[in-house]
């Protein structure tokens, strides 16, 4: 049995026979914020919707990099069910609970047993072996397994960012004046933008920093907004982006288009995204 991290992507998948592309873009990302957190692993692997990651840490910086819908600390074993149930009794054997379930994945389909008659064996050994009792809603332990290549099992799904990789779909320039601005930044970043800050005044974009793996955001000062257009110029980027609202709304004077991620929500609505980022 060997540790792994197996992580999933959601909007990445729909992107058919340029999939490939997204893929690799969010491995160079993963790699990237690996290398920022130094973080020692093997070899990071692509296999069908998934990425893997061979490393024996937890990976919790994962949760700052967009394009990833969740990821798990997993034992890696061969697609047997004696070798899946050795690996649930290693991984659960000094866990405290009551009640289970067990949720599977048959990804690949070469693999005798279906999605379901995967969860009654495995549901039935834990509680032959361990006396506990299935409950599909009001669980204390999730028992995760999914079949690739290997047999990927696993008790925890962290939550990802989910959206694009930064960094595929071009570069913009963000003009950065208050909370709204960075919120509206790492909106543009979520779709995949590179995100160029610029700003009147020197100002604080460590919360850009926090999510940027791919790229080193550095903030250019600029003496009016009548640079934009330069700066979009100079840095080949697509569109300039504001963090106004529809209460703050006003026409800019330049010829770049310029986008407003922020329009259509409310200050409640603003506050818990940038509460969840």
Do not use: W
């Not at 060997?2 to 990302?29: A, W």
């Not at 649930?88 to 067990?102: G, L």
């Not at 290549?149 to 963000?174: C, H, M, Q």
């Not at 909370?179 to 460590?206: E, F, Q, W, Y």
């Amino acid at each position: 049995m060997e540790k792994v991290v197996i992580l999933r992507y959601s909007e990445i998948g729909l992107k058919g026979n340029n999939r490939i592309v997204f893929e690799k873009k969010l491995i160079d990302n993963i790699r990237d914020c690996l290398k920022k957190n130094k973080v020692k692993y093997k070899k990071i692997e692509r296999l069908r919707g998934r990425i893997i990651i061979f490393t024996e840490q937890k990976l919790d910086c994962l949760k700052y990099v967009f394009g990833i819908s969740s990821f798990s600390s997993a034992l890696v074993v061969e697609p047997e069910i004696k070798e899946i149930e050795k690996a649930i009794e290693s991984i659960i054997k000094d866990r405290k609970f009551k009640t289970f379930r067990v949720s599977a994945q048959r990804l690949n389909k070469d693999f005798s047993l279906t999605s379901p008659e995967i969860e009654r064996t495995i549901g039935s050994f834990v509680c032959e072996k361990l006396n506990k009792k299935v409950s599909l809603k009001n669980f204390d332990l999730e028992i995760g397994i999914e079949i690739l290549d290997y047999a990927y099992v696993f008790t925890e799904r962290i939550k990802g960012l989910n959206g694009l990789p930064v960094d595929i779909e071009g570069k913009v320039v963000s003009l950065i004046e208050n909370k709204n601005s960075l919120l509206a930044s790492l909106l543009m970043m979520k779709r995949g933008c590179l995100v160029i800050p610029v700003s009147l005044k020197k100002t604080d974009i460590s919360l850009i920093k926090k999510f940027a793996y791919g790229f080193e955001p550095e903030l250019i000062i600029i003496k009016n907004p009548d640079e934009l257009d330069n700066m979009a110029e100079e840095h080949d980027a697509r569109a300039v982006v504001i963090g106004q609202t529809l209460e703050t709304f006003k026409e800019l004077n330049i010829k770049t288009m310029v986008l407003r991620p922020l329009i259509g929500f409310d200050k409640k609505i603003r506050s818990l995204i940038f509460n969840f980022l």
